[in-house]
């Protein structure tokens, strides 16, 4: 069992985010983003960061789960960086640990919730902060050289959750389908029931383009563990 002071630090911060509906989705994206379908999302809770190393390190102590690939490598191993290398089973595992040890449902977010919770209140616009392109963003230039920067080192959104759609991806709960929404009921969408990849979203630190935009999905099968991966927890509320 971990300590108090060890299970404090490994609870993310999580913000409420509200419920609401918004158009999902990007008519000007790629295929996998049409149609623009209207959803509904009801209100849960997202960590307002990216679930660190010092985090993910709490879990394997207490519960006895094998460290993440790339623990000991010194350009991703700092405490505030973002995990990488955790699988979709690993994250799934992080998220029952940390239900059991505190009482609380976490869980991995769909897809519908991380996309409305990235556009942080905003209608219509391409990322969370807007339509301005990612290279005006501060920094933009001279961050993610050599791996994923610190966790909350980006202005927050309109909800005020850090690193939205950069740093590394994120695995969502569902599996991936291409065609889902053509067939996704509006309400909670729960992602398809089957299929061979888990959905992620968000951009990471080794691609060219360093930021994505909030409709972009992404997907890979849920066993591996790549350098650029990492997750978010949600969390159910009430």
Partial sequence: MPTTENLTSAIPEIVEIPGGEYL???DDGRDEERPVHE???QLFGLARFQITNDQ???FCSSSGHQPSKFRDNDELNHPRQPVTGSSWFDAVAYCGWLSEETGGRFRLPTEAEWEWAA???LTGQRYPWGNEPVTGRENYHTRWKKGPEHVGTSL???FGLHD????VHEWCAEWYDPKYYEASPRSNP???AKGIR???RGGAWRHQIKITRCAARSSIPPELEYADYGFRVAFDMG
Avoid: I, L, W
């Fill in 119 to 121: 556009r942080g209140g």
């Fill in 164 to 167: 939205m759609c950069e740093n």
């Fill in 156 to 158: 927050p959104n309109g």
């Fill in 24 to 26: 999902m989705g990007q």
């Fill in 190 to 192: 729960p992602g398809a």
């Fill in 198 to 200: 888990r959905a992620s």
């Fill in 56 to 58: 993910y390190d709490a």
């Fill in 39 to 41: 959803v509904s999302v």
